[in-house]
């Protein structure tokens, strides 16, 4: 049989991953990338700590990267990898949030793995009816699909939405089976952003719903949950950006244990974006604060990078568990 495009780029889909992820009580992390520094910190973070991983972007940061330039990115991850670190980790080129059956085929169509629909912020009966058609065309490309029930607040990216409205367990078997989706965002309390929660000083942000996630994963059982906006937010980075003249007060937000306890059910992928941000942006600040005179790119991006790199190890390590699982 053919190669399949994103095949000969050396990509996987999600479906051994997510079985292994469910079966083992760990998530597999999907870190968004805009820039070569961000994926270059997410392949040497999973290389090194031996973790499956899903280096993922939104409809922007496609538009940023530029769609071409992104294919061959991906297949030069795939070769960093194999042959600068001697790692045979599956690596899947996912969609984040795609919005439209035409986003969801170009990416199919350039060499994508997995795409995400996302027609959470449809009627019930659109979002079905999308994301059938993205399922229909992405299974004859072998591609997975993501899609999603409920909405997250908070915004990211094009993404954005007042308040949060959870997943109503009632309708996750009725969507899943009329879709014919490989996994199910879900909303349990997990924000978009840096601000996910209005909280004072001292205060804990909001625990997140396990017993609707409970209730999902009876309806559902074995079958992939997907949590996005699930950023801790570390409170180290946003002191630092703070420190060296930014401006992020009362950014919080989800905590590790919470997701680590996640981790530990049906959840098999966790998405991580703003917290990339953070460190790259803290790290940078910081550079240019100390070094008012530095000019040269490498010498506050590389920093960045090793930065970055190791609050990812930390993630695979202590949070999702899928350290080791490569």
Same mark, same amino acid.
């Given at each position: 049989?053919?190669? $399949?495009?994103?095949? +000969? ?47 993922? /972007? *939104? ?19 795939? =070769? ?67 899609? +999603?029930?409920?909405?997250?607040? &908070? #915004? ?16 996750? =078997? ?8 490989? *996994? ?40 992939? #949950? ?19 003249? &930014? ?10 244990? =919470? ?5 530990? *059910?049906? /959840? ?5 974006? *703003?917290? &990339? ?5 803290? /790290? #940078? $600040? ?18 960045? $990078? ?21």
């Amino acid at each position: 049989m053919a190669k $399949r495009l994103y095949e +000969e780029l050396g990509l996987v889909n999600t479906t051994e991953m997510f079985k292994k992820a469910v079966k083992g009580g760990y998530a597999i992390p999907a870190y968004n990338f805009n820039n070569m520094e961000q994926l270059q910190a997410i392949i040497m973070a999973c290389a090194e700590s031996s973790s499956p991983v899903i280096i993922q /972007v *939104s409809s922007g940061a496609r538009k940023y990267a530029n769609q071409t330039m992104l294919k061959y990115m991906a297949q030069g991850a795939v =070769q960093m990898a194999r042959k600068d670190f001697k790692s045979n980790i599956p690596i899947c080129l996912h969609l984040d949030h795609g919005d439209t059956f035409e986003l969801c085929k170009s990416c199919i169509d350039s060499g994508f793995s997995s795409v995400m629909i996302d027609g959470s912020h449809h009627p019930y009966a659109k979002n079905v009816e999308l994301t059938k058609q993205v399922v229909e065309y992405a299974h004859k490309h072998g591609v997975t699909v993501e899609g +999603e029930l409920g909405v997250l607040a &908070g #915004i990211e990216d094009e993404v954005s939405a007042e308040k949060s409205t959870y997943t109503k367990p009632e309708e996750v =078997q009725d969507f899943v089976s009329k879709t014919g989706v490989d *996994s199910l965002a879900i909303s349990i309390g997990t924000s978009h952003g840096a601000f996910k929660f209005k909280v004072k000083p001292g205060e804990q942000p909001p625990p997140l719903r396990f017993d609707v996630l409970e209730e999902i994963e009876k309806k559902l059982p074995g079958f992939p #949950i997907v949590l996005h906006g699930a950023s801790s937010i570390p409170q180290d980075y946003v002191a630092m950006i703070n420190k060296f003249g &930014g401006k992020m007060e009362g950014a919080v937000g989800v905590s590790e244990e =919470q997701l680590r306890k996640a981790a530990k *059910s049906a /959840v098999c992928k966790i998405n991580i974006d *703003s917290d &990339g941000r953070l460190v790259v942006t803290a /790290v #940078i $600040r910081k550079v240019f604060a100390e070094k008012p005179g530095e000019f040269d790119p490498r010498k506050y991006l590389g920093p960045a $990078r090793e930065e970055l790199k190791k609050l990812l190890i930390h993630k695979n390590e202590h949070v999702l568990g899928s350290a080791g699982k490569g």
